[in-house]
């Protein structure tokens, strides 16, 4: 397991999937959300390493990297600097990054931050919470599918997690309402779902979203409108966790910005839609020069 040494001098792990058909070119870097989710969860993101090579780190407190010294260790602004970290040690002028879920605010921050190293950047399924808003359409997308089999269970457990505490039952309750995130029902995404309780780090997600301000937010916002590289927006027409709306939001805060809607796809959309998804992104790696 290769290890690289962050601004802190924390050693944080993170994971190599070479290119399958023996491609040298640069590496896709690619961040897990949750917040707190193991990057186990992320597999080979629906075969994208076919053609191209993989960086996945783990991030502070799950997988194989330790916990943070302290809770700021695990807000997003100091993850983006654990990136930049990463990107020192793999010795990339620019590079190319994907992040899904909670991790799009990572890379944001990371974008803002650092905007000269990003060649183009990948945001699959995200929220938009550091935009300001959160949009109602997951919630329509929820009811939409009330008529399927594991909505009434899905729709008591969504009900029951703002109120519970106990991380046993937390992680009882997240695979009763897993079906939501998904396109559908099937065999792939339950065994996907199954792994999500014990992928969560209750402390690294607990610290994801502290000491983030409404002036840092709106600061970081800003600085987006000046990030030059191409930006991609993938989002699902069946994500009943965050929903289209949000995608179209984050797309809207850069300059470069373009959403790409995969149908039949949820939250996780190279489970649901892995010949849609893959495509969608080597495209766009594909078509744009400023990705060397």
Do not use: K
Not at 17 to 38: E, K, Q
Not at 72 to 95: C, K
């Amino acid at each position: 397991m290769p290890h690289y040494t962050s601004y802190d001098e924390t050693e944080l792990a993170y994971h190599v999937l070479p290119a399958r058909d023996g491609s040298a070119g640069p590496p896709l870097i690619c961040l897990a959300g949750g917040p707190g989710r193991d990057a186990a969860y992320l597999g080979d993101l629906g075969g994208l390493n076919a053609r191209h090579t993989l960086v996945i780190p783990d991030s502070r407190g799950t997988g194989d990297s330790p916990p943070a010294a302290d809770a700021s260790g695990y807000a997003f602004p100091g993850l983006a600097e654990d990136l930049e970290a990463l990107r020192r040690h793999l010795g990339l002028d620019r590079f190319a990054l994907l992040a899904h879920d909670a991790a799009a605010a990572t890379a944001q921050a990371y974008a803002a931050a650092h905007p000269e190293r990003l060649s183009l950047l990948i945001l699959v399924c995200p929220g938009a919470r550091l935009q300001g808003e959160l949009p109602e359409d997951a919630w329509e997308i929820f009811e939409s599918r009330s008529g399927e089999p594991w909505w009434q269970d899905a729709y008591a457990a969504v009900r029951l997690l703002p109120d519970t505490t106990d991380p046993a039952e937390v992680r009882r309750l997240l695979l009763r309402a897993a079906p939501m995130a998904y396109g559908r029902w099937d065999e792939p995404q339950r065994a996907h779902a199954e792994s999500e309780g014990e992928q969560l780090g209750p402390v690294a997600r607990a610290g994801f979203w502290q000491g983030v301000d409404e002036a840092g937010r709106r600061a970081v916002l800003a600085r987006l409108r000046e990030v030059p590289c191409p930006v991609l927006v993938i989002t699902g027409d069946r994500d009943a966790v965050t929903g289209m709306r949000a995608g179209e939001l984050v797309a809207e805060s850069f300059p470069d910005g373009r959403v790409r809607p995969l149908r039949g796809a949820g939250h996780y959309p190279w489970v649901d839609e892995p010949d849609l998804f893959r495509p969608a992104v080597e495209d766009f790696l594909a078509h744009h020069p400023a990705h060397p």
